[in-house]
């Protein structure tokens, strides 16, 4: 049962003594009910619920608080809000900190998309569904490769649905093998996917922070699905792929590369790699880090595997007077036809976010993602620089890096000294890669991007100096 | 007049947004990461101005139909009204704000927010606690397939593999179970459009994993023998999962918890008036009974005496299931809406919805076929099998004929079992004009389809595009601009 506090203080707002039903979002009036009612035979509404066993049927109001009006509601949730507190990011692994177009926000605002479901029907949703193949597009020019769909739920989840393509794909494999390099927290999501199914979850390690052929090369065999691999990895490290695709296509696997979609306007892409499947989230075009979410996933593929897709794809047709029109297409793939036979069971997609990435893409255009990629490469430089020369900070590696590197101060405790420490001035100085994964204590990932000034990053510089004093 | 692509408008030296000045010193990006790692040139992407984004967008809306446009009777979709409130308290800075790897101690009033909606969410669905780490329904019920899995793993009953899926269910649910690793057997509803105990006995062995329902099903029909059922699978020693699409018929009414079931899970882009956003994002959070709490995937939110924390320690835990934590942004907006309702609201809104529901059902059945004709809950199915029998008007030809007249068509050829289906789910959030004036439509398309059908076939008229071409669509996919 709810705790007391937690009824009091909504309770405490305001109490609705007045039980007249004012409930803005339902418009009936009494003889509107009076009609109804009468209109179908019945004398009360409860006679509607009748055919509910008694046993089931709840016997007292709900145990949350009374209804309060919007006003009321906003304040109490403004007030939550005010109690997280902003500061200064520099974090990063998978959600970015990105300046954001005011355009961008007006696309996530239009009642007409927000408001839609799924475009089932073509004729009054061609809006969505050219918006969303010109999200497919946008992926497809991106990532380097033919193919992509409407959207996934977010990157981790992404990976989960390369790796089911490549399980088809390959019906006698039966392991995925995933980078140390990838995201923690894809790796979790992989294994929760998958492991309590007989398939096998297989770890390459990395060396000096990043992946190596041999070490792949050892781990492949003719039971790998697929590979899947991380550039720029969780240590903000630009690995070399060069043999990988090669080496894994030898094995008939598949090679999977994750990319924050931020890099590829300086940053060679997945379909350069030679990667069958090209996987990441959206989020830094114009989301915001939310907590984590909503976010999108992408996924782009090589022709091939398009009827292996999961979710929604839309393609162009033509409608009976011969004029251009866009339709979810492919849907014999899907759970609503194919039902326990389907290639997958998605059945949403992001799309309103898909939407508003698109709009950050255009909006930057090519040249506006490659100076966004200058940008925070440039600055993340900058402090890598900085921080260089401040005793108790060591850099975990010369590597190339896009916007994110890693500290290593060999210890958890000392690494989340220094993050705390940094707090405290106001500074979301980096995150600790060893809260994610255990082999990883100590090692503390930093992100710059283009929204932060030589100001701040002074400041970061000069606060951690006192920091490790 | 149609929206050119974005490629089409593109042209060289155009952009739309400008970046600010550098204030650290440049580097050249090929020198620095080595011609092997960068780029060779910046992809091949539209170059468009600010003004070009803006008009493309606002073009491509008024070519797309939304609830805040028109009547929306989608069946199973719950397209009820989307408070604008919602949208602004998501937008607040310190809920859109937050890094999902800051100090736990920063977000405590988004983790408060979690923990809040978690137990208003166990309140009104009698279950005794929750994730919402799942993106939409169908992530859900995946998450909910793998919480069977992990308990009968424990358990170490791995040989109950058999998971029981009426033929009326939402096609989510057998994909979502067969691609858990469960055998799905189909059982059809009997002569009351409901699950019968009797069609269950042959299954109820020590293979049986358990039984997914929905309630109200998607016929819009209470299963009456729900208590008999859970016992019978609970005997067996299986588990109920409660798909929750359509909840909003019962809230504040009867709850899953009490029914039985041990897995649920919720669609806040439906009950709880989230928006679908045009197919997402939605949010899919799963309760679950005590026996499976431990099972829930991490992190899972906890409050302690120095405040909320994110708890990993789960070691019985299926795992994470998402990239962090969920459609935080989601949850925001339901929680303001279950504060704005309170538990009056909840109810009078499942109340009005089961109302406008049956007005329409008795409204409509002196025109269409009616194929369960009882009491129903928020939504109903009617066939157009005679009507195409007489005059080839199909139950597409009556979605599109609704198109004409400004509303949105239902779901069609769903559920299964029906032939021509046709499911209404017109929600709460209508009024008796509005249905009234839906009513007329479809009394009118039924005197067409008789009269001059035609008319029907060529439906709709005065859209953007007329019917459009999906076989061709499937033949030779074009699913990126050239």
Redesign the interface.
Known sequence: ???SW?RMS?KNIQK?TD?S?Q?S????TED??R???K????SS?D???????S????QR??????????H???K????????????T?F?G???Y?H?V?P?VN??L???????????Y????????L?????F???????TGM??????L?????AAAEAA?ISLQARRKADTILVSEAV?P??R??L???YQ???VKVETIPVKNGATTLEGMKEKLDENTACVILQTPNIFGI?E?F?GFADAVHEKKALAVISSNPMS??????QG?WGADIAIG?TQPFGL????????VGYIGASGKL?RKMPG??????????G?????L????R?????????T??????????A?AST?Y???????????????C???A??LYHLLQDIPGINVFSDK?F?NEFTLDFTSGKKAEAF??GM?RQGI?AG?HLG??DDAFDGLTAVAVT?KR??EE?DRYAACAREVLS | M??K???EISKPG????R??K??????D?RT???E?????K???????S?I???R??????????????GF?P?GS?T?????K?N???SR????????????Q??????L??MH?LT??LC??TGMSWGTMQS?????G??TGM?LF??YF?KKGEISRTRLI?PSSS???N????????FE?IEVPADERGLVSPESLKPYLDDSLAGIMLTNPNTLG??E?D??EISRMIHDAGGLLYYDGANLNA??????PG??GFDVIHLNLHKTF?T????????SGPVLVADRLVEHL?VPDVV?TASGYKLDWDRPES?????????????L?KA??Y????????????S??A???A??LM??LKSAYYLPYD??CKHEFVISADKIKKDTGITAVDV??GL?ERGI??PTVY?PLIVPEALMFEPT?????ETLDHFIDAMKEIHRLAYEAPEQLK?A?HG????????V???RN?????E
């Not at chain 1, 046993?55 to 709840?58: D, F, G, K, Q």
């Not at chain 1, 004029?323 to 339709?327: E, L, N, P, S």
């Not at chain 2, 279950?338 to 809104?349: E, S, W």
Request: net charge negative.
């Open positions: 049962m709810l705790p937690k909504i609705d039980m039903r409930f979002y339902i418009p009936h509107d009910i009609t109804m009612l209109a179908i035979g019945v509404i006679e509607l619920f009748s055919d509910i066993p046993s089931v049927t709840l109001p709900l145990d949350i608080p009374e209804g309060i009006s919007e009321e509601a906003a109490f949730m403004k007030g939550l809000a005010e109690r997280n507190i902003l500061g990011s974090l692994c998978g959600i900190d300046i177009p355009a007006q696309v605002s239009t009642p007409a998309f927000v408001t839609a479901y799924t475009p029907q073509a004729e009054i949703s061609q809006g969505l050219q918006g969303i193949f010109e497919q597009s946008l992926v497809c020019k991106l033919d193919v992509s769909n409407a959207s739920y977010d990157g981790a989840t089911a995201h927290f894809t979790s999501v294994r929760s996917y309590d199914s007989g630009l070399d060069s590829l306007g300086v940053c060679r892409n350069s989230d915001p880090a939310s907590f984590g979410g909503p976010t398009l929604r794809i839309v393609g162009e047709t033509q409608d009976t007077e004029k251009r029109a866009f339709v297409t492919l849907q014999a899907e759970q609503h036809i194919k039902r326990e036979r389907a997958s069971n998605i059945c949403s997609n992001q799309a309103l976010a939407l709009a893409l255009a909006m930057a255009g090519p040249y506006g993602l490659k100076e966004a990629g200058e940008q490469a440039a600055k430089r900058y190339p896009f993050i705390q707090n979301f995150v809260a994610l283009e000034t030589r990053m | 149609k929206t692509l974005l490629s155009r952009r739309g947004y970046f600010p550098l204030d650290v010193p440049a580097c990006t620095l990461f080595g092997k790692l960068a780029a060779e910046p992809p091949e992407i539209p170059e468009v600010e070009d984004v803006t493309h967008f606002q073009n491509l809306a008024c070519d797309n139909f939304g609830v805040d446009i929306y989608l979709c397209m009820k009204y989307n408070p409130v949208e602004e308290v607040e800075e310190g809920f859109a704000s937050v890094h999902p790897l800051q100090p101690e920063t977000v405590q009033g988004t408060e927010m809040t137990n208003y309140e009104i993106m939409a329904g169908a992530h019920e995946f793998k899995r992990s793993q899926v939402h096609g989510t057998p994909a979502s179970a067969h691609l858990s690793g799905v029909l209470y009456t729900i208590i019962v809230m504040g009414k009867s709850r009490d029914m008036s928006p679908h956003g045009g197919g997402g994002p939605g995937p409050k299926i795992g994470k299931i998402s990239g962090f934590y969920g459609n935080i942004g989601v925001v929680l303001t279950i504060l704005v309702m309170g538990r009056d609201g909840l109810t009078y809104a109340e009005t089961v109302l406008n049956n007005y008795e409204s009882q009491v979605a599109k198109i949105h068509p769903f709460e959030t209508e009024t008796l060529s709709p859209t953007s595009v007329c019917r459009v071409d999906e061709q669509a499937a996919p074009k699913v990126c601009w």
